[in-house]
């Protein structure tokens, strides 16, 4: 099929879809209809070209004839003046349909997928691990074949989450073996799931480029981008935001609300400062005409970064979101979205703008008097990310108000034992809750005492614990539910691998780890997960030596019984990396393991004998 032929199909559609019975087509949608089809030209050359259009009357009125818009865009493709719509930067809204298993339909936005590789061009390209990578290309076409050797991956993974993969682990360099490629994978895998990530049915294997699958990877891509983005949004990291109170809420209400929510009202605060009347509600259909976003960045920029609020008095919606993206670039922040993201309202494109304006200008004064920032604990950050990484809905933000309606607490107990739940008699949802707040109060309370009853069902030690606990975020009894939550969970994936089926105890984990280091010439062993042996990491470096030999590079583990504070922190560090590399998915931090906290130190071993199991 020929460029023009194969061209014009493609305008055919986008009129089609757009103009009903081939009506003419308004002079004020021509910018927008021309960047549909792949042509972008700047709003000074548009109009020009209908100038000289109506003085030729070849226009009449406000709008332009289907022929007419036809030769028009032959004659600009002809003429190269936009080069084609192939090279085009901002590729057709028909985003490329891929099918899936079971008839599924995937989609890939292009505008998605130039706006992530563009982020990875400028926030990798200094680092040397990746230079033969980078640049990706303008459309971004050749992400998914430079994602191949998960370097890109296991670097994107650092900058959303910083020290997560231990850099030495990594195999590095231009040409590395199919193997060691899938090591990378597998270790970007599971370090993306210790962070929150949600990776479901994604392996080694499926995020090799010759499978096909670019959904999965650019929705890997968007959670890592997502994740940098959202973590300088924290009361900690800008005590500002506590600004964003509303009458009669304290930070713990702070602390229940996403990073989505968060930014949310920090628009409207901003536009509340600015004396705008709009309030935004969402990313999408609320920022389509750029005025909520002129009046942002207008209010937020620094005195003299010369921001004007010109574009509110331009008609075509195009060129003012072109020229409302010409003052973000005046304080640094034009990212993510183009004019045509705005105007159609891309709500992941949107968000992310959004969060780097916050990001780049906050414009929120300190508070006026002192307060107790409450910080997330490491241990309740972990517990977090386990829930997130196994897809749980809504998202846990916080985990002491996000489980009050047990909710979370089912699903995670369906992943346990399923069909352990009876959802339909017992459990209530938010859509079937009653909407008298009474009411509503105790079919919640009910769900709670639920759980616990399921609880007990799963053995779990609950004196002392009840529904009211669950409800009203009890910190100490929460910790102690999920804590066995993530222990039944645990344990029960070793149990499906056993032949019969039989429960996995603890004591059994134990006995399957010395005995590997003894198999294996080690001599090394542990009492318990308690055992200060532990400290040091050793134990650990040795038995993922003996599952996978010549995988420990022992000019990098420190050697002996009395090992510095440091030393054991960096031997830990190695080893929960080198533990992720080899297919565990290990949840707990390095620091678990150099403090010897036992419960942590439990999941680390029982993840190498799921590993070894597999």
């Known amino acids: ?28 949608d021509v910018k927008v209809m021309l960047e549909d089809v792949g042509i972008r030209l700047p709003a000074h050359k548009v109009r020009d070209i209908l100038k000289t259009l109506k003085d030729s009357q070849e226009v009449e009125g406000d709008a332009i004839e289907k022929q007419v818009f036809h030769q028009l865009c032959q004659s600009l493709q002809s003429e190269d003046v936009a080069k084609t719509f192939r090279t085009s930067k901002q590729h057709d809204k028909n985003a490329e349909k ?20 563009d982020w990875i061009n400028n926030n990798l390209s200094k680092d040397k691990d990746v230079g033969h990578l980078l640049l990706l290309n303008e459309t971004g076409s050749d992400l998914y074949e430079k994602m191949d050797d998960g370097i890109l991956l296991c670097k994107m993974i650092n900058l959303a989450a910083p020290d997560t993969i231990d850099e030495r682990v990594i195999n590095t360099g231009k040409n590395i073996s199919i193997f060691k490629q899938h090591e990378n994978l597998t270790l970007a895998i599971n370090s993306a799931k210790a962070i929150g990530c949600v990776v479901i049915g994604i392996d ?25 983005l959202f973590k300088q949004i924290s009361i900690s990291n800008v005590p500002g935001l506590i600004n964003l109170l509303m009458d009669g809420e304290d930070i713990s209400d702070l602390m229940k609300l996403s990073p989505e929510q968060l930014l949310l009202r920090w628009v409207n605060y901003q536009l509340d ?104 604990t490491r241990e309740e950050k972990m517990y977090r990310n386990w829930m997130n990484s196994l897809g749980v809905k809504p998202r846990v933000n916080y985990i002491y108000s996000d489980l009050y309606d047990g909710l979370i607490i089912f699903q995670l107990m369906d992943f346990i034992k399923p069909g352990i739940v009876d959802w339909k008699k017992r459990v209530k949802t938010p859509e079937q809750q009653s909407k008298l707040e009474a009411k509503r109060f105790q079919e919640i309370l009910g769900n709670c005492n639920y759980a616990v009853e399921l609880g007990k069902k799963l053995n779990f030690v609950l004196v002392g614990i009840g529904g009211s606990d669950i409800m009203e975020g009890n910190k100490t009894l929460t910790l102690a539910l999920i804590w066995q939550l993530m222990r039944a969970y645990t344990l029960s994936l070793l149990s499906q691998l056993n032949s019969d089926g039989t429960p996995i105890v603890e004591s059994e984990i134990i006995s399957w780890a010395n005995k590997r280091l003894e198999d294996g010439g080690k001599n090394i062993s542990i009492k318990g997960f308690q055992d200060k042996k532990n400290k040091n990491a050793l134990p ?42 080899i297919g565990a998915p290990v949840y707990a931090l390095p620091e678990d393991i150099s403090e010897v906290k036992h419960k942590m130190v439990m999941t680390v071993f029982a993840s190498l004998m799921l590993a070894d199991l597999n």
């Open 1 to 28: 099929m020929s460029l023009w032929v194969e061209f014009q199909e493609k305008l055919d559609l986008s009129w089609a879809k757009h103009h009903v019975d081939d009506r003419p087509l308004p002079l004020t």
């Open 98 to 117: 891929i099918a899936g298993a079971m008839g599924a339909q995937h989609m890939v936005l292009n505008e998605e997928q130039v706006a992530f590789s």
């Open 204 to 228: 080694s294997h499926t995020l090799n480029s010759s499978q096909g699958k670019k959904w999965l990877i650019l929705g890997l891509v968007w959670q890592l981008i997502k994740m940098y």
């Open 273 to 376: 400062k600015a004396g705008s009347t709009r309030k935004i509600k969402n990313f999408n259909e609320d920022i389509k005409d750029s005025d909520i976003y002129s009046d942002l960045i207008a209010q937020i920029a620094p005195k003299d970064a010369g921001v004007n609020k010109f574009a509110m008095k331009k008609d075509d919606l195009t060129e003012r979101a072109e020229m409302m993206l010409e003052q973000a670039e005046k304080i640094d922040s034009r990212a993510f979205v183009t004019a045509r993201d705005v105007v159609r309202g891309q709500d992941k494109l949107n968000l992310a703008f959004v969060a780097n304006l916050f990001n780049n200008h906050p414009a929120l004064d300190p508070p006026e008097e002192e307060f107790d920032i409450i910080e997330e």
């Open 540 to 581: 650990i470096i040795n038995l993922i030596e003996v599952m996978k030999p010549g995988v420990i590079d022992y000019s990098i583990v420190k050697q002996g019984d009395n090992l510095s504070g440091p030393d054991c922190l960096s031997n830990a560090k190695y080893c929960v990396t080198m533990a992720r590399k």
